[in-house]
């Protein structure tokens, strides 16, 4: 059973405007929240992270949104740029016994149309 | 150099074969991992390393194994490789962040084809 659900293989947007990417849990001890980015013939890169005692998170023009109740977390991308176009991957970890081990969801590919 | 690089970064091979992937990290943290990624099913951990003398399996380690030669090196092993291991595979490495949050840095990535 999947733990951590991102329910939208692919999302296309316009250059310039914002991007929402979506991810589900199921745990709600979960403490940590990520998400990577993935370019082709690259290793997955870090992008943001935020606690499970914060509802937000921002970095340039990564945001990143927590709804604890809702076991939801999504990630903006204001304004989109083509280089942003990626798979993007969200991860949560901290359940007990897990050694703060991540488990990722299978990934939302990004296409940003200039 | 790469933080993290792996070796090789291709390699077809046939059923039955031994194969070995190797990671090696300059970042200096003590934990290591190894992921396969498959379309449409997200990164899987196989085994991780908290040090040298640490050794866990992950969600799915069957048929693979792994040695942490040093700190720095952290292999992965397939005994009698088969054609559902056809995959593409990450070492990672990481170490708390000031955070608190688990944040790994990624190998470029083993992509195996067993035919």
């Known amino acids: 059973d999947q733990q951590v659900k991102q329910n939208s293989p692919s999302l296309s947007v316009q250059e310039g405007r914002i991007s929402i990417l979506n991810c589900d849990y199921t745990n709600s001890m979960f403490d940590y929240f990520l998400w990577y980015k993935k370019y082709p013939a690259e290793g997955p890169t870090f992008l943001i992270s935020?606690?499970?005692?914060?509802d937000k998170n921002e970095d340039g023009r990564f945001t990143v949104f927590l709804n604890k109740s809702a076991k939801h977390l999504s990630l903006h991308i204001v304004p989109s740029q083509p280089g942003d176009s990626a798979v993007y991957f969200c991860?949560?970890?901290?359940?007990?016994?897990?050694?703060?081990?991540?488990?990722f969801g299978k990934g939302t590919k990004l296409s940003v149309k200039p | 150099d790469a933080d993290v690089t792996q070796t090789p970064r291709n390699r077809i091979t046939k059923t039955g074969k031994r194969i070995m992937l190797e990671c090696s990290q300059t970042?200096?943290?003590?934990?290591m991992y190894w992921y396969r990624q498959d379309p449409g099913l997200g990164l899987r951990l196989i085994y991780y390393?908290?040090?040298?003398?640490?050794?866990n399996k992950g969600e799915i380690s069957d048929g693979y194994s792994v040695s942490r030669q040093a700190q720095a090196k952290f292999s992965l092993s397939l005994e009698s490789a088969i054609p559902n291991q056809t995959a593409l595979y990450f070492c990672?490495?990481?170490?708390?962040?000031?955070?608190?949050?688990?944040?790994?840095?990624f190998g470029a990535g083993s992509r195996l084809t067993v035919l």
């Open positions: 935020i606690s499970s005692i914060k």
């Open positions: 990672a490495t990481s170490d708390l962040s000031s955070s608190g949050a688990n944040v790994l840095t």
């Open positions: 991860a949560a970890s901290g359940v007990r016994g897990s050694q703060g081990n991540l488990i």
């Open positions: 390393s908290f040090d040298v003398k640490d050794i």
């Open positions: 970042k200096g943290h003590d934990r």
